[in-house]
């Protein structure tokens, strides 16, 4: 069978097992022993959210981008892990006492305020959008790959499927079936890593592959081997970054504190109900989420070396293009590999540079987005481990998108909708409007799949720098302060967030030419500056507060109560 | 030419008197009987002076009528009738009135007689039947049941109201004017006190209060009052078991409207389920109760023949387990000496909805005081332990869950009831929330209603949870209602019996569920699932239109639920087999569960952010 | 030929204006037959009961059981109907069946419960004997029930026609077995029970039961 058989026959089967799991499921969750049994076991709910936490983007780009950028792409890594143990350990245990279900329930009444409340609605829908989005040219990527179709025409696929996994088929929630997606996507991600380490190093575990010697004889270290190799075709080399310190530290810490309020996970910590289960699945879960991140790296530099070992050939003048390897012709008629032939000699030379510029000597462009998917075939690896890497990319956009996509659908038709604008509308159609609104979103962020990359990457900056310098601190303070009030809270996060966009409108949309580390303030770049947006936000926040009147009596009491170190009711607080 | 029918023969050989007799009787029996029909279309051409026949009952039930309309007997299979004038040769008094048709067998006359000479025992036992129901107290009883009206039908009176500053004379004076026996107090349309002739005999002149005083002085204050939609069943009870005589009735936005009195019920009672509980509040020893409580299946099952509303047979079952579980306290006080604090008896699950049924258990506990002593809880255990074992006495079985007053668990101080919710409230495990459905519908039933507003004013607080309506709403969604992908019916099947639909537990329930939801996200400190939706009009948490819909739904499917007493297949209780619905009432019924999915998906939907 | 043609006329003259009487008014005849089989060629009657009715009522004392003493083989029957050769022996030849059927029956206004199956029976008995048992009217409360049932709606189950299931439809006592004479007393009570529901008895006529 080829590859394509296999992939429609793994696909095929799990997701034969997801729709069996929530059938079995529904089925099971009324009976005594589930009920004598207390629910899902912590492991379980622990490998649901790690599924839930991992996107297509985790999945798919993650490795990409550190393939293509070295150690700068390190700070996804460092930004997302560090988002969930934010998320994990200062969020969700308080929001849980506070008893609210949403962030943006939380800051409705934490600053009694249905100003405040809309705010945090509307940014979360945002946020959700440029999730979604990304998960979309995920699918898309990997549709298109197997089933030999254009990117387009695969988002528009994955549109569909998506749209009826998530919407029409109901499956969000059952914790099950996101149990058996994360061990799909893991084991998906790790079977390649393993057999690609194992060939090339020798080590058994990518991680230790990872920093260990090349296996082909030469005794040199893979990390040389992959310096050497960009530094020879003009790229900066793989293990220096590029960009200054304070700036991975701003963007790590803004992708951190934007991924903090991802609102489709903290759900994952409410449903369980007892509170020393949570913690514990909150561990499991990191642990499960390590298990991938600690591969990316690997797999990003096994990825790249293989690669420019293939189109270079070994000893680095060529490949001819005739002679090219199957997955190089594969991945050109989806579009995301190309070749122009610019000296005419037949082969193929990948280096530094702008392909798009004739004057460059880079003949081939690259999509970052296929070095996982390609991983295997440029390894050339059996082919059911191409079909199964296949699966696991659409099971770790599935279970996200699924999650952020009832988000985006319950806070327009319940929270904007039926608690807002128009309070009398029936059961049916706010169910209906939710439909609505998802397939909405659905096709939007299918757009913004199609559509220029680079405008995705700006809006995922955006996305980022507003939540860290407006959602963020009005949370923090909102939970360790019991003194801070409305007035503080809005000023700060009108204040955080006008600078941010301020910032990034200037650089992204305004004068884009003027984008570089001189022109920055304090060198920190446009994805990194919510960072300061932040800070500006609490300082704003706490000076405002100074003049403004008092928190009322009983909110300062309710945040004391969340507060209080033993028990999360109020019985023994008393 | 005649020959013997087997089953016929065998039926009115195992009745008396035949049972008595040589089995020649029961085969001459048998082999002169006409049978017919009886049905409401010829229930006149029976029963005629000019030609007096033996009837024997051989299916359905008939009500046997006298001259003024009153309720002799009740008529089922094996019951005889028409022999009084067969005896006597008296024009025949009584007529009759078909419940439900059926078979009956008739005897000629002369048959009658052949078997009178032939057989002695014969004649003897309808001789003595004769007699037997000549001097049994006739069971009266009006067909239209006038506990079922409401208060607006039965009260004609306009208020007579005065404001407080008025003076006792003032009062006195407008009581003789308008010719009443009490006044309403009122402050700006607002309902404050009571005062009666009673009160006038009592509190002024017997007390020497000067009639100048302010009528504030000796008024009844926060009295009792009743709305004008509700029941005069509901009136009676109140009266009943506060042994008060005068209910100010008031509209729905609390104006008062009139006065009844205890007369104006009595004028309308002749003897009723009603007048049960009224005994019941009196009864003087267990042995009493127990005996008065055996009356209680009889009672409503011809009650139940007469109503229309459904809802009523809960909430007159559910004020017949009060009256009792009332007594019981009152008569364990009177044996142990009263209680050494104060303490709040409730109840819960069915009882609390005011949806009992004949076959429910218990469901109580008992609220007591924060500052209480080991040994005082001594005395509160043996009061739980005496009531709920003399209520299993009495028909309402022990709760096999244990939530009984007789249990430790349930018999706690305000702060530990407090601190029971909190722990199913903050870890809401399936366990904590299948104690939820039953602890959160409560009822105050007798004691100390400080202790038990006390105990609600903390759950309300504690309740007020995001999380925990998740989990609710989740566990809502768990039992599905029984509607496949195309519309069709889902069946369940046991070993034993036929394909069947359980209304209660795929439908009533879970609307019960999702009121109590609705009910506790709003803060509605009531109940019954009825009342609860009514209530629920008041917030935008849900829609006026759904509200109706599952008001609707609700009372359809406790409607048919009625039905699945007199299905003869053998299915479980509750249970309806859908082929034996018309076409009509399966599109219904489809539509019902359809709605009840609906509201259940919003539930998720809004309040566990859950599927679509 | 003109004779046969006349007979025919006259048939439905007579028919015509039976169905228009009132259902109270004419004595009824309602016949059950016990047979070995559904084949009317093959298979052969085993007994017959048969119970008169008039004016609404079932008259029992009007009643016979006939069991027919020369059937040639009672195969499996027997379990349903219970009756076995010792029983047989009680019977009357086939012939004596056959004459007193055609005289209860001629004329009559007959009732069964499923008529074509036992009409059929009973067209190959009096054919067999040349015995002339034409009723005036047949009417068979099973079509009855089918009719009440469609006309509300109903879909109609397998066994949802059967004997016991109408019964149980109007809450009619469940009678054990099926011995002739039980059943056509059982069908009786069935056809009261059906012009009971159909309404207006004392006006109801026999049109609205064909």
């Known amino acids: 069978m080829d590859v394509q058989g296999y992939t429609f026959l793994i696909v095929g089967l799990s997701f034969a097992l997801y729709i069996g799991i929530a059938i079995w499921a529904r089925a099971g969750s009324t009976n005594e022993f589930y009920v004598a049994g207390g629910g899902v076991p912590p492991v379980a709910n622990g490998m649901a959210t790690a599924a839930d936490w991992m996107s297509a983007a985790s999945f798919i780009s993650m490795a990409g981008i550190i393939s293509f950028a070295g ?496 028990g999360s009711g109020a019985a023994h607080a008393h | 030419m005649s020959c013997e029918i087997q089953d016929i023969v065998q039926f009115v050989g195992a009745l008396p008197p035949f049972n008595q007799l040589p089995a020649s009787a029961s085969e001459y029996f048998t082999n002169h009987l006409e049978i017919i029909y009886l049905s409401t279309e010829n229930q006149h051409d029976w029963l005629q002076s000019n030609k007096p026949q033996l009837y024997l009952v051989r299916s359905g039930h008939f009500d046997l009528v006298n001259g003024k309309g009153e309720l002799i007997t009740r008529l089922a299979s094996g019951d005889y009738f028409g022999y009084p004038s067969l005896l006597t040769g008296d024009a025949i008094q009584n007529r009759l009135s078909v419940q439900s048709a059926g078979i009956v067998y008739v005897l000629s006359q002369v048959d009658f007689d052949y078997l009178r000479r032939e057989y002695k025992a014969f004649e003897q036992y309808f001789v003595r039947a004769h007699a037997n129901r000549l001097l049994s107290s006739h069971y009266k009883q009006t067909s239209d049941s006038w506990t079922e009206r409401r208060i607006a039908e039965l009260m004609t009176r306009t208020a007579v109201t005065l404001e407080p500053e008025a003076s006792i004379r003032d009062a006195a004076k407008a009581m003789s004017e308008a010719r009443v026996s009490s006044i309403m107090i009122t402050q700006s349309d607002k309902l404050i006190g009571v005062i009666t002739d009673r009160d006038l005999r009592n509190r002024v002149l017997a007390a020497e209060v000067s009639p100048e005083e302010s009528v504030l002085s000796v008024m009844t204050h926060k009295p009792k009052y009743i709305f004008e939609n509700n029941r005069v069943f509901s009136a009676l009870h109140l009266m009943l078991k506060h042994n008060i005589h005068h209910l100010p009735v008031l509209d729905e936005d609390r104006k008062p409207l009139g006065m009844i009195t205890s007369t104006d019920l009595l004028r309308q009672q002749k003897s009723d389920p009603v007048q049960l509980i009224g005994r019941l509040y009196k009864a003087e020893s267990v042995v009493l109760l127990k005996r008065l409580a055996a009356e209680i299946p009889d009672l409503l099952k011809s009650f139940s023949n007469n109503i229309d509303d459904i809802s009523l047979m809960g909430k007159l079952l559910s004020g017949l387990s009060d009256a009792l579980t009332s007594r019981l306290i009152q008569l364990f006080q009177e044996e142990f000496g009263n209680a050494p604090c104060d303490f709040a008896w409730i109840c819960f699950g069915s009882q609390a909805r005011e949806e009992q049924t004949l076959h429910s258990d218990q469901d109580n506990g008992l609220v007591l005081p924060n500052t209480i002593t080991p040994e005082q809880r001594d005395y509160f255990a043996r009061m739980g332990q005496y009531v709920c074992d003399h209520l299993h006495d009495c028909g309402i079985v022990h709760c096999p869950g244990n939530i009984m007053a007789s249990n430790p668990e349930c018999r706690g101080s305000a702060a530990q009831w407090q601190h029971r919710f909190a722990k199913w409230i903050t870890e809401p495990t399936p366990g904590a929330m299948l104690n939820c459905k039953i602890y959160f519908d409560i009822r105050f039933i007798d004691g100390c209603r400080e202790l038990y507003s006390e105990m609600m004013t903390g759950l309300a607080k504690i309740s007020r949870n995001d999380l925990f309506y998740a989990a609710m709403a989740t566990d809502i969604n768990a039992n599905t209602v029984p509607i496949g992908l195309f519309n069709q019916f889902k069946l369940e099947k046991t070993r034993t019996s036929n394909r069947y639909l359980d209304l209660k537990k795929r439908g009533v329930v879970i609307i019960n569920d999702i009121a109590r939801l609705y009910a506790l996200r709003a803060g509605i400190a009531r109940s019954n699932t009825l009342e609860r939706l009514e209530a629920l009009s008041k917030h935008s948490l849900i829609s006026k239109k759904d509200l109706f819909d599952l008001k609707d739904c609700w009372r359809f499917l406790t409607q048919l639920r009625l039905r699945t007493q007199i299905n003869q297949e053998g299915l479980p209780g509750n249970c309806i087999n859908p082929e034996d619905l018309s076409s009509l009432e399966k599109h219904q019924l489809k539509e019902a569960f359809y709605l009840v999915k609906q509201a259940q998906q919003a539930c998720a939907f809004k309040f566990a952010r859950g599927s679509l | 030929m003109l004779k046969g043609c006349l007979y025919l006329a006259r048939r439905w003259w007579q028919r015509k204006r039976l169905l228009k009487q009132p259902f109270l008014d004419l004595p009824i005849v309602v016949i059950d037959l016990e047979l070995t089989g559904l084949d009317a060629k093959q298979n052969e009657i085993v007994s017959a009961a048969w119970v008169k009715m008039e004016a609404g009522r079932i008259q029992l004392a009007s009643s016979a059981h006939l069991i027919n003493a020369e059937v040639n083989d009672l195969a499996q029957s027997p379990i349903y109907h219970g009756i076995c050769a010792d029983d047989m022996q009680k019977g009357v030849p086939t012939k004596q069946l056959a004459s007193a059927l055609a005289e209860v029956m001629h004329n009559a206004i007959v009732v069964f419960h499923h008529s074509y199956l036992d009409m059929a029976f009973i067209r190959v008995l009096f054919h067999q004997y040349q015995y002339v048992g034409q009723p005036v009217l047949i009417l068979d409360t099973m079509q009855i029930e089918r009719k009440r049932l469609l006309s509300q709606g109903f879909e109609l189950g397998q066994d949802s026609l059967t004997l016991d299931a109408c019964r149980t439809r109007y809450g009619l006592p469940q009678y054990t077995g099926h011995h002739a004479l039980t059943d056509a007393v059982a069908t009786a009570e069935l056809l009261l029970a059906q012009c009971h529901k159909i309404g207006q008895l004392n006006e109801l006529k026999f049109q609205r039961l064909v």
């Open chain 1, 71 to 566: 150690y700068d792409g390190g700070v996804y890594l460092m930004g997302w892990t560090g988002g969930y143990v934010l998320l994990a350990l200062c969020l969700a245990p308080y929001l849980r006492k506070f008893g609210k279900f949403t962030v943006p329930d939380f800051i409705g009444d934490r600053y009694y305020s249905q100003l405040a409340r809309i705010v945090a609605i509307l940014c979360a829908i945002f946020i959700c959008f440029t999730y979604i989005a990304g998960q979309m040219r995920g699918v898309g990527v990997v549709f298109s790959r197997f089933l030999e179709v254009d990117v387009e025409t695969g988002v528009y696929i994955g549109m569909v499927i998506v749209f009826f996994y998530a919407v029409l088929g109901g499956m969000k929630g059952i914790t099950y079936t996101q149990v058996a997606q994360y061990c799909v996507l893991v084991f998906a991600y790790l079977v390649p890593a393993i057999f690609i380490s194992m060939m090339m190093t020798g080590h058994l575990f990518p991680q230790t592959g990872f920093g260990a010697t090349l296996a082909d004889g030469s005794n040199v270290y893979l990390m040389d081997k992959l310096d050497g190799l960009s530094t020879e075709l003009g790229f900066s080399q793989y293990t220096e970054g590029s960009k200054s310190m304070i700036d991975v530290f701003a963007i790590t810490a803004a992708l951190m504190v934007g991924t903090a309020g991802l609102p489709h996970v903290i759900v994952r910590f409410f449903t369980v109900p007892k509170v020393k289960d949570t913690r514990i699945s909150a561990a499991w879960t990191l642990v499960f989420i390590a298990i991938v991140y600690t591969t990316a790296p690997a797999v990003a530099a096994f990825a790249r070396v293989n690669m420019i070992d293939t189109i270079n050939g070994k000893d680095g003048s060529g490949t001819l293009y005739e002679e090219a390897p199957a997955w190089v012709k594969n991945w050109e008629r989806t579009g995301l590999i190309q070749f122009t032939d610019k000296n005419g000699d037949g082969r193929m030379n990948y280096t530094a540079g702008k392909f798009s510029d004739p004057a460059s000597t880079n003949e081939v462009e690259i999509d970052r987005d296929i070095m996982v998917l390609a991983n295997p075939e440029i390894a050339d690896l059996p082919a059911w481990v191409i079909a199964l890497v296949a699966a696991g990319g659409i099971a770790a956009a599935l279970s996200t998108t699924a999650g952020l996509l009832l988000v985006i659908s319950t806070s327009v038709s319940h929270d904007l909708l039926k608690r807002t604008l128009k309070p009398d509308i029936s059961d049916k159609q706010e169910l209906l409007a939710a439909r609505l609104a998802a397939m909405i979103a659905i096709a939007i962020s299918a757009y913004f799949g199609i559509n220029p990359p680079g405008f995705v990457a700006s809006v995922v900056a955006f996305a980022f720098g507003l939540a860290a310098s407006s959602f963020f601190p009005a949370i923090i303070m909102g939970i360790f302060s019991k003194t801070m009030n409305k007035e503080g809270a809005i000023a700060g996060m009108v204040s955080g967030i006008t600078f941010t966009a301020a910032y990034i409108i200037y650089f992204k949309f305004v004068s884009p030419e003027l984008n570089t580390p001189d022109n920055w303030l304090f060198g920190i770049s446009p994805e990194g500056i919510g960072t300061i947006g932040m800070i500006v936000n609490f300082v704003v926040a706490a000076l405002v507060l100074k003049v403004t009147k008092e928190t009322p009596t009983e909110v300062q009491e309710m945040v004391e109560s969340i507060r209080s170190p033993k």
